[in-house]
């Protein structure tokens, strides 16, 4: 069986194939894994690779499966949620200006026309009482404000588009 | 003693007052905002009250409302936790007026102590070491300009009422001072109400030391010893470790005493911590009193086995304290880390959102004070604190190889949280030195990053998950829900299996 998962914006190809009492993976046409030992218990995944045995805590939500290894964690998403994710970077790139969170919408400080240069703060957005400046990612000229100061915004909501 | 007390907070502080409140065999209100209605907070109280709308300035900061549910459940007494209202002089004297008792010090102490600035010129009177910069607040920004001139920058702009990094900012030239001095006014307004800002110097490559105090109403006073606090990030402290690394015996009875003078100067009765930074040469300065109980005081409580809120709403009900100097010793080594809702890889932005899966850890020497479960919403509204993993140990080296090996038993899925990154921090060679200031994240920034060296463990896990996870558990979502304990059972009773 092949996988395809989506870790911070890279693609990782995972083939699993099931022998008997173990089950053999290659990661990305290249790093093979021998795993035995394999029980998965509600929320908890255990096998053993490479000799070491390995507890992991998951949660499959949707597409998304959580997992926490010795205290980190790994979010990793199947592929064919890769194309509706291109927007969710973490970079604020070309036409528009995004909150990285669900907050409240302090401060509009351009307005529409308005010529704006690359890092000019173009709205100010406070969650958990943290303001966080958005800049804007190039030169240009304000095409569009959308929400006004004291609004509540929504993750990813675009909130200033450039022309 | 009191019969009923209202507490004026949410998440895990308003839990940790609700306990001492039932050891103290006091009943308990709690109060809520309309989002935080299935919080967990409540699970804990006798009775309930809605205080008003999700925003903070609505609810939790909503005097006239707090007021009211006191006075409807006829709480005879309101404490105020951390944050919110919690140092706020308009509520103590609101309270006082209406014949409630505030745990805390007198509105007449608050105002002394809680604002930064009247603080600093109480403290100057008794020869405790000051850092150089404004003595009063201003909106005037010729002034601030003037005495950054003076004192050379950087400075270190701060709101008067502020705490919790809420409303600083650090100032390198002159150029930056005007927007951040707007900065400053606007999250001190939204967080504390008020938007009185000073400047002082800002002083380099310093420690953060705090002494705890307590103090009755019968002039008796004891310091139950020093919280290291350096590690902080956006001047917010994350790690909290007790006794610190940086101190000797010498050095700790002199700030100890020093903290004692503070309080008395200020008459400040109650619970109150007396903030310090230590420079480089081993000078301290005063920084400021916190006049809350705070986020960190149970590592103080572990090494000291005093129970500080119990103590402080004692003295709040005219107990006399019945601990001396001499009886109070420090013994072993605690730290505590603050587990947050946001992500430490991506600037520290908050991720309010639904903890799908939760497994808190447990074990000798291990106390974890939490304000969440598994299922509950972490709104967007307020402080990211999730929680805090606190133990204690004989000796420092013991205490960190605890709490690492407990981060890694602290399992939070659906939002992302610091705990990674915490235990990156507490396993770096650096922090192990004990040789360390408040820029230590700033300077190791780079080392920090997390180095997903497990990637293969964790596609191999999802691999495995997807393909076995699945069938095994056909009716998926109602099987791992299955699981989720309710606020009203116990939470994490994970059994955890040893890696080694």
Not at chain 2, 30 to 52: A, C, N, P, Q
Not at chain 2, 243 to 254: F, H, K, Q, T, V
Not at chain 2, 324 to 341: F, L, V
Request: charged residues 30%; contains cysteine; aromatic residues 8%.
């Amino acid at each position: 069986m092949n996988y395809k998962f989506n870790f911070l914006e890279k693609t990782h190809k995972i083939n699993l194939e099931k022998a008997d009492d173990l089950f053999k993976i290659i990661i990305n046409d290249k790093q093979e894994y021998t795993i035995t030992d394999v029980e998965v218990e509600s929320n908890l995944i255990s096998f053993k690779a490479d000799d070491k045995t390995y507890n992991i805590y998951c949660f499959s939500d949707k597409d998304k499966t959580h997992l926490s290894i010795d205290g980190e964690n790994y979010t990793l998403e199947l592929e064919k949620d890769i194309a509706t994710k291109a927007k969710t970077g973490k970079q604020q790139k070309g036409n528009s200006v995004f909150s990285p969170m669900p907050g409240l919408l302090v401060k509009v400080p351009v307005s529409v026309g308005d010529k704006v240069k690359s890092g000019t703060t173009l709205a100010i957005v406070e969650a958990m009482k943290m303001q966080n400046e958005l800049p804007s990612p190039r030169d240009g000229i304000v095409k569009k404000i959308n929400g006004k100061e004291g609004e509540q915004v929504d993750a990813l909501q675009v909130i200033v588009e450039l022309e | 003693m009191f019969k009923k007390i209202l507490i004026a907070n949410r998440g895990e502080i308003a839990i940790r007052v609700a306990k001492a409140c039932k050891e103290l065999g006091i009943s308990t209100v709690g109060v809520y905002s309309t989002i935080d209605k299935k919080s967990l907070h409540l699970r804990f109280m006798d009775e309930t009250v809605w205080i008003g709308d999700s925003p903070a300035i609505s609810s939790y900061l909503n005097i006239e409302a707090i007021l009211e549910a006191a006075k409807k459940t006829k709480a005879e007494a309101i404490h105020p936790g951390y944050g919110f209202l919690a140092e706020n002089e308009k509520f103590a004297k609101a309270c006082e007026d209406a014949g409630i008792i505030f745990i805390g010090p007198s509105s007449k102490a608050l105002s002394l102590v809680g604002d930064k600035v009247a603080s600093r010129n109480t403290v100057k009177k008794v020869d405790v070491p000051i850092i150089p910069g404004m003595h009063m607040t201003s909106t005037d920004i010729s002034l601030f300009k003037k005495t950054a001139e003076k004192t050379g920058y950087p400075v270190m702009i701060k709101a008067s009422m502020g705490g919790g990094g809420k409303g600083m900012r650090v100032v390198h030239n002159e150029k930056d001072l005007e927007k951040s001095i707007a900065i400053s006014q606007r999250e001190a307004l939204s967080s504390f109400g008020d938007d009185s800002i000073y400047l002082e110097k800002y002083i380099e490559e310093p420690r953060h030391i705090e002494f705890q105090v307590l103090r009755d109403n019968y002039g008796n006073c004891v310091h139950l010893f020093e919280r290291e606090c350096s590690i902080q990030r956006r001047h917010q402290k994350i790690i909290e470790e007790t006794p610190s690394p940086a101190l000797n015996d010498e050095l700790r009875i002199e700030m100890g005493e020093a903290a004692k003078k503070v309080i008395e100067a200020s008459d400040y009765t109650t619970a109150g911590t007396v903030e310090f930074l230590l420079d480089k040469n081993k000078k301290f300065y005063f920084l400021e009193v916190n006049a809350r109980i705070q986020v960190e005081h149970p590592i103080t409580e572990m090494v000291t086995g005093v129970d500080l809120v119990r103590e402080q709403i004692k003295i709040a009900a005219c107990e006399k304290l019945l601990l001396s100097q001499d009886q109070i010793k420090q013994n072993g080594h605690a730290i505590e880390t603050r587990i947050y809702a946001e992500d430490p890889d991506n600037n520290f932005v908050p991720s309010p959102g639904k903890i799908l899966f939760l497994s808190e850890p447990k074990g000798p020497g291990i106390r974890v004070d939490s304000g969440i479960y598994q299922g509950c919403n972490i709104p967007p509204h307020y402080d990211p604190i999730l929680s805090k993993l606190i133990v204690w140990s004989e000796n420092r080296n013991m205490s960190i190889v605890r709490i690492s090996e407990n981060l890694k038993e602290y399992i939070i899925l659906g939002i992302k949280t610091n705990i990674g990154y915490l235990k990156r921090i507490i396993d770096s060679k650096n922090f192990a030195s004990g040789d360390y200031d408040t820029h230590f994240i700033d300077e190791h920034e780079e080392s920090l990053l997390p180095k997903q060296e497990k990637l293969n463990i964790a596609l191999i896990a999802g691999a495995l998950n997807k393909s076995l996870g699945i069938s095994k558990r056909a009716k998926e979502y109602d099987s791992q829900y299955s699981q989720m304990t309710t606020p009203w059972q116990e939470i994490g009773k994970w059994e955890i299996c040893s890696l080694s």
